[in-house]
């Protein structure tokens, strides 16, 4: 298995599958409209690609980028090949591209029905070279835990890198979670 990444384009052959896994992957509260995703990869810090297997379609990343520092904004792997090795793949390809990566993903700090997938998504990420910053995120859509490459993240700098990509979020907030 070699993935290979291409960027998005509203007419290639795949566009169809890359808004169905985007629409299914990703809760509609957190999901912007794929039309301003689009434009806003225009932008020279930010990359939208779709994921292949040779030429078969396997997921979506989404990366802004700001100063030596990326953060993977939507990452998902098609549902009916997850737990093949495709995500791992993508994150070791990503290494190898970027400096400095960071990862938003809902936060296991809160009491939810989806809980044991949150800690599932955490332990992937975890064993594949990520760090538990004990940071988070927190916009209109909720509560993201920040994990990184790095072992600590400057919060100021971070928001500054999201903002990149949300320039119009008044109200996000990059914080510390408080220890127990």
């Not at 384009?9 to 999901?31: Q, S, T, W």
């Not at 296991?108 to 949150?118: F, L, P, S, T, Y």
Request: net charge positive; with cysteine; glycine share 4%.
């Amino acid at each position: 298995m070699a993935v290979n990444v291409k960027k998005v384009r509203r007419y290639n052959g795949d566009y169809k599958m890359i808004k169905e896994l985007y629409c299914h992957a990703f809760p509609d509260i957190e999901r912007l409209p794929l039309l301003l995703l689009r434009l806003m990869a225009l932008k020279p810090n930010i990359e939208f690609y779709s994921v292949y297997d040779d030429e078969e379609f396997c997921g979506l990343l989404y990366i802004v980028n700001y100063k030596a520092m990326s953060l993977v904004y939507y990452f998902a792997v098609r549902s009916d090949i997850r737990s093949m090795g495709y995500g791992t793949k993508v994150l070791e390809w990503l290494k190898k591209e970027k400096n400095s990566i960071s990862i938003i993903m809902e936060t296991v700090h809160e009491k939810c029905d989806n809980a044991g997938q949150r800690q599932q998504r955490k332990n992937f990420y975890l064993k594949n070279g990520f760090k538990d910053t004990g940071y988070y995120m927190k916009d209109y859509s909720g509560t993201f835990d920040i994990l990184s490459t790095e072992s600590d993240i400057n919060p100021k700098e971070f928001k500054k890198l999201i903002k990149q990509f949300t320039f119009w979020m008044s109200d996000l907030k990059v914080g510390k979670f408080l220890s127990a």
